[in-house]
C-alpha cells in the first residue's frame, strides 16, 4: 500500500549524464543541493556530432530505456544542451530534461535574499530562457490575425513572446543599474573613509562564510553545501589597534559557470574584482583542489582580477594531516600559502598579520 505521506515528500529522481573527462561528482551535489536524488549515472566515452541527440541514437535509446526502468522524473546533462536537442530528448523520454547550466540557476533562485540578487537571478533565467522558448512551443506556436490590439499581422505566439522578454530582460538591466550605482556611491565612500577592501574569493564550499564570521563575528549564514552565500556581505575587520580593513564575503565559483550568470552578478563579483586584495580561500581538504584553484584563477581573469594582490588560504586544515600536505604537494604547490581552519580558529593571526604587513607598513605612507 502507498503511504501518501511519504510520496508526497519523495526528492525527484534523476538519471545524470556526463562525459568522460567530465566531473560528475560535482554535478551530484549541484543535484543534492538543489533536492534531487541521482538514482544513477552515465558517462560517455565520448560524444558524436548527432542533429538530433548529441550522441549516438543506439546511446539515446538504451538512456531512455533506463529512464523507463528506473522511472526517474529527469535527465540531467552535465554539459549545455541546445534547446532543439532538448526538445528531441524530452519526445524520446518523455520526461523532464535540462543541463547543468539549469540546475545551477534554479539553485542561485532559491538562495538569492536581496533584491539585487533576486535581480541577478531573474536576468540570469531570462537570458537562458530567450533561445528555449520555441522549445516551450514545439510546433504548437500559433498565429495571430491583424484584428486591433494585436502586435502585428501574422506574427506567432513566439515572437510576441521573445519580445516580452527581451523587454523583461531590458527592464532588468536598468533595474540592476541603478543598484549598482548605489553600490558604486558606498564605495566612493569607503575611499573617501580610507579604508582598505579586501575580498574572500573562492571555489564554492571552500568556507569563505564561515571564514568572515570566524575574522568578524559577522553571523552570516554559512553551510556545508553549494552556493551558501549569494549576496556579498560586507564587515569591518579589526588587524590592529586602530588598524580596520573592509572584508567582503562574494559568491563562489564553479566548474563551467554559466556565462548568463557571470554577466548578471557582474556587480557583485565587482566587489573582488575592485578590491585592494584578494584572500583565495581553497578547500585543502578537497581532492579536486588543484583543478578549482584554477577554475577560481580563471573565473577573476575574466572579471578582469588577473593581476590584483592575492593571498591564498588553505582552509579546512583540521581535516588533513601535514603528511597528506606533503604527500599531495600543496606545500609544494602554495608554498606561500596562509594554512587555517576557520572552523577550529587555527592560524586566523596569521591572516592578520598578512594583511597588516600588505597595508598598514610604514613606507606605505611615505
Not at 530505456?65 to 544542451?81: R, S
Not at 580593513?245 to 557582474?266: C, S
Not at 578547500?283 to 579536486?288: C, L, M, T, V, Y
Not at 577554475?295 to 575574466?302: F, K, S, W
Request: proline share 2%; glycine share 6%.
Amino acid at each position: 500500500m502507498i503511504n501518501v505521506a511519504e510520496e508526497s515528500q519523495k526528492k525527484p529522481e534523476a538519471i545524470l549524464i556526463g562525459e568522460k573527462d567530465g566531473d560528475i561528482f560535482e554535478l551530484q551535489g549541484l543535484c543534492e543541493t538543489l533536492g534531487i536524488n541521482a538514482v544513477r549515472t552515465v558517462i560517455l566515452s565520448k560524444r558524436e556530432k548527432n542533429p538530433v541527440y548529441g550522441l549516438g541514437k543506439g546511446k539515446a535509446k538504451e538512456i531512455a530505456a533506463l529512464c523507463e526502468e528506473l522511472n526517474v522524473d529527469a535527465v540531467i546533462f552535465d554539459f549545455l544542451i541546445e534547446p532543439r536537442k532538448q526538445r528531441n530528448w524530452e519526445k524520446l523520454v518523455g520526461r523532464a530534461v535540462f543541463d547543468r547550466q539549469e540546475v545551477i540557476i534554479r539553485i542561485f533562485a532559491s538562495r538569492a535574499q536581496t533584491k539585487e540578487a533576486r535581480l541577478q537571478v531573474q536576468l540570469a533565467r531570462l537570458e537562458y530562457s530567450l533561445p528555449r522558448l520555441a522549445h516551450s512551443y514545439g510546433v504548437f506556436s500559433r498565429q495571430r490575425g491583424g484584428a486591433f490590439g494585436s502586435k502585428g499581422s501574422g506574427e506567432t505566439q513566439l515572437e510576441l513572446d521573445e519580445r516580452a522578454v527581451r523587454e523583461k530582460i531590458a527592464t532588468v538591466k536598468k533595474r540592476l543599474f541603478e543598484v549598482e550605482k548605489t553600490r558604486k556611491t558606498q564605495k566612493k565612500m569607503r575611499k573617501r573613509a580610507g579604508l582598505f577592501s579586501v575580498a574572500l574569493s573562492g571555489y564554492t564550499n571552500a568556507g569563505k562564510s564561515t571564514l568572515l564570521n570566524a575574522l568578524t563575528g559577522a553571523g552570516a549564514f554559512s553551510s556545508d553545501s553549494l552556493f551558501a552565500t549569494l549576496d556579498p556581505l560586507t564587515r569591518k575587520l579589526k588587524i590592529a589597534p586602530q588598524k580596520f580593513v573592509l572584508l567582503t564575503d562574494t559568491v563562489g565559483f564553479i566548474q563551467n559557470l554559466p556565462h548568463t550568470l557571470v554577466n548578471a552578478f557582474k556587480s557583485t563579483l565587482d566587489e573582488a574584482a575592485e578590491a585592494d586584495a584578494i584572500l583565495l580561500v581553497l578547500d585543502a581538504s578537497d581532492k579536486n583542489v588543484f583543478s578549482q584553484y584554477e577554475t577560481v584563477e580563471r573565473v577573476l581573469a575574466e572579471i578582469g582580477a588577473k593581476d590584483s594582490k592575492k593571498i591564498v588560504i588553505l582552509n579546512k586544515i583540521d581535516k588533513i594531516s601535514n603528511e597528506d600536505f606533503i604527500v599531495r604537494g600543496l606545500d609544494a604547490r602554495f608554498p606561500e600559502a596562509i594554512k587555517v581552519s576557520a572552523k577550529s580558529g587555527e592560524g586566523l593571526d596569521l591572516i592578520l598579520k598578512k594583511i597588516e604587513c600588505e597595508f598598514f607598513t610604514e613606507d606605505l605612507y611615505a
